[in-house]
């Protein structure tokens, strides 16, 4: 399968996280796709430069004003202290309920607060540049399907189902799931259908289709009464206004074993095959896998194809994109055996 993949997402390297209270090094690192990068190429798959600039359907998927802060965001924290270069801005302040949050401040990190979900994703000098490589993926890859490719791996980092409209989140900063569909919209296609497998909601992804009806959002997650992202995710949100019925969630209980994330994958297949879709979406999260650090589902590598089998049965021309997954060391065989699946069926 024809895979893109830039070198530019090396760029995005923040050194720490908070996790447990603690300074953690990152889950989301380069080395994650440097394990899916070296994988590909030993199965003798393609890997090409992303050859599309993402900056209209970004325009459509994105407020302007997130847009001109993530882009401008390491030069105006930069600019507040020299040292600062080697510091990552963390928001430590949020426009919660009763808050505004139509009116932007002026300080760095209340903006940071206004445009973030949590203070999970770190910021770096690269990130801009990375994220935006990942949405040239997005959209070079809705451009293979236009000509007749069958399936596309955009094989990017960071991920991008949590971020919204106007805020980063998760690791995620662009949401380039939703680029895609956006794009294969923009395309042509009239019915668009995007399926979540990541192991936590992709909130992000929801919200940007939740009053549609041309892109449906199906998604399999950990529910969200326990599991990131906690404010989102849950059986009864179906959609609203135009989009009623055209989302469904599919909770699992943490610790869900394999079988009852299949039962809930043939739900959610029924559900893609109704709307009768010209294209599909995958946002392709491997953190369902048992030996992932910050998860709970008990997927194994053999799991992983029979994914890949059982998505080309749907007989739709598929994007795939990158999202969690972080036993960095087993990514790249996990997701090697989704598309090598999706190709043999
Ligand atoms: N701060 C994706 O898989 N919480 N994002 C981790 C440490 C956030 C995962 C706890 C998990 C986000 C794309
Ligand atoms: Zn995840």
Same mark, same amino acid.
């Given at each position: 399968?024809?895979?893109?993949?830039?070198?530019?997402?090396?760029?995005?390297?923040?050194?720490?996280?908070?996790?447990?209270?603690?300074?953690?090094?990152?889950?989301?690192?380069?080395?994650?796709? @440097?394990?899916? =990068?070296?994988?590909?190429?030993?199965?003798?798959?393609?890997?090409?430069?992303?050859?599309?600039?993402?900056?209209?359907?970004?325009?459509? @998927?994105?407020?302007?004003?997130?847009?001109?802060?993530?882009?401008?965001?390491?030069?105006?924290?930069?600019?507040?202290?020299?040292?600062?270069? /080697?510091?990552?801005?963390?928001?430590?302040?949020?426009?919660?309920?009763?808050?505004?949050?139509?009116?932007?401040?002026? !300080?760095?990190?209340?903006?940071?607060?206004?445009?973030?979900?949590?203070?999970?994703?770190?910021?770096?000098?690269?990130?801009?540049?990375?994220?935006?490589?990942?949405?040239?993926?997005? @959209?070079?890859? @809705?451009?293979?399907?236009?000509?007749?490719? =069958?399936?596309?791996?955009?094989?990017?980092?960071?991920?991008?189902?949590?971020?919204?409209?106007?805020?980063?989140?998760?690791?995620?900063?662009?949401?380039?799931?939703?680029?895609?569909?956006?794009?294969?919209?923009?395309?042509?296609?009239?019915?668009?259908?995007?399926?979540?497998?990541?192991?936590?909601?992709? !909130?992000?992804?929801?919200?940007?289709?939740?009053?549609?009806?041309?892109?449906?959002?199906?998604?399999?997650?950990?529910?969200?009464?326990?599991?990131?992202?906690?404010?989102?995710?849950?059986?009864?949100?179906?959609?609203?206004?135009?989009?009623?019925?055209?989302?469904?969630?599919?909770?699992?209980?943490?610790?869900?074993?394999?079988?009852?994330?299949?039962?809930?994958?043939?739900?959610?297949?029924?559900?893609?095959?109704?709307?009768?879709?010209? /294209?599909?979406?995958?946002?392709?999260?491997?953190?369902?896998?048992?030996?992932?650090?910050?998860?709970?589902?008990?997927?194994?590598?053999?799991?992983?194809?029979?994914?890949?089998?059982?998505?080309?049965?749907?007989?739709?021309?598929?994007?795939?994109?990158?999202?969690?997954?972080?036993?960095?060391?087993?990514?790249?065989? !996990?997701?090697? !055996?989704?598309?090598?699946?999706?190709?043999?069926?």
């Amino acid at each position: 399968m024809i895979t893109f993949f830039s070198e530019q997402h090396a760029l995005h390297a923040p050194e720490f996280e908070f996790f447990r209270g603690e300074r953690v090094p990152c889950f989301e690192s380069p080395a994650r796709a @440097v394990f899916v =990068r070296q994988q590909l190429l030993a199965r003798g798959h393609t890997l090409r430069e992303p050859d599309a600039d993402s900056r209209p359907v970004l325009a459509q @998927v994105h407020t302007p004003r997130y847009l001109a802060f993530l882009e401008r965001a390491w030069s105006d924290w930069m600019a507040l202290d020299p040292a600062n270069c /080697a510091r990552q801005p963390f928001p430590s302040v949020w426009p919660v309920r009763t808050l505004r949050s139509d009116v932007e401040p002026l !300080n760095f990190t209340a903006r940071l607060g206004l445009y973030s979900m949590d203070n999970g994703s770190p910021l770096c000098a690269g990130t801009w540049a990375a994220a935006k490589a990942g949405a040239d993926a997005a @959209v070079s890859a @809705v451009g293979l399907l236009g000509a007749g490719e =069958r399936g596309v791996f955009c094989a990017t980092r960071p991920p991008g189902h949590h971020a919204g409209a106007d805020f980063m989140g998760g690791y995620c900063f662009l949401n380039n799931a939703a680029v895609a569909a956006q794009a294969l919209r923009q395309q042509g296609c009239d019915r668009v259908a995007v399926l979540d497998v990541d192991y936590h909601h992709g !909130n992000g992804t929801q919200s940007l289709f939740y009053d549609r009806s041309d892109v449906l959002f199906v998604s399999l997650h950990g529910d969200p009464r326990t599991e990131y992202p906690f404010y989102l995710g849950h059986a009864d949100e179906t959609g609203a206004g135009a989009g009623e019925g055209f989302n469904l969630n599919l909770p699992l209980p943490a610790g869900s074993p394999a079988c009852a994330w299949f039962d809930a994958l043939e739900v959610a297949c029924a559900r893609m095959a109704r709307h009768g879709a010209d /294209a599909l979406v995958v946002s392709l999260g491997l953190d369902t896998f048992a030996g992932d650090p910050i998860s709970t589902f008990a997927l194994k590598a053999d799991d992983y194809s029979r994914l890949g089998q059982r998505l080309a049965k749907l007989a739709v021309p598929t994007v795939f994109v990158l999202e969690g997954g972080y036993a960095a060391a087993e990514l790249g065989v !996990n997701a090697v !055996n989704v598309i090598e699946g999706f190709e043999q069926d």
